[in-house]
């Protein structure tokens, strides 16, 4: 068998040496043999390593034990990545939902204006981005809400108050 680049994958090739280094330490006679000449072949050289250690009995303990790290690293990823995902989109559908006539809202693609008529049988909002000048964009574009309070100032329901005071 020889070791050409591009005729497998390195994978393959990496395991084939390990077992083989393991065969032949199993057996006692490490020599120069997995590089060049008579090396083992993959199969042999795998029931050679399995064969020379005999398999420890393994419990229900054992094998709980293995998937320990598995199951903490998804109790990991699930609280630090999906779980305060899933909060941020339920938080922006109320935000979506809340939208009505009158409000200022952002796009995500950078327009500014004013929400004129609210379409919800296909999800889009007419916005008023200047005196005359009406456009139509999905629902789910806007970004940000900026809700007019009883005094008449802008109360800001998106990300910093200095945001919605330099904006209008």
């Keep these: 068998m020889c070791l ?44 050679a390593a399995t ?8 419990g229900l303990g054992a094998s709980i034990a293995g998937f320990a790290p598995l199951v903490l690293i998804f109790l990991i990823f699930y609280f630090l990545v999906i779980r305060p995902q899933q909060k941020k989109l339920r938080e922006h ?25 609210v ?8 916005i008023e981005i200047a005196t005359g000048v009406e456009v139509r964009v999905l629902k789910s574009s806007v970004s940000e809400v900026l809700n007019r309070d009883g005094n008449g100032k802008g109360a800001y329901v998106g990300k910093s108050q200095s945001t919605a005071k330099s904006l209008y």
Aim: charged share 10%.
């Design 93 to 117: 559908n109320k935000l979506l939902d809340s939208i009505k006539k009158g409000d200022k809202v952002i796009a995500s693609g950078g327009l500014f204006g004013t929400v004129t008529k």
């Design 51 to 58: 064969a020379a250690t005999p398999a420890p009995a393994a």
């Design 119 to 126: 379409d919800a049988s296909n999800g889009h909002l007419h």
């Design 4 to 47: 050409h680049p591009g005729s497998t994958s390195a994978a393959y090739w990496l395991a084939t040496l390990v077992v083989s280094l393991t065969a032949h330490l199993a057996f006692g006679r490490l020599q120069n043999t997995f590089l060049v000449g008579s090396m083992l072949s993959f199969p042999s050289a795998l029931f």
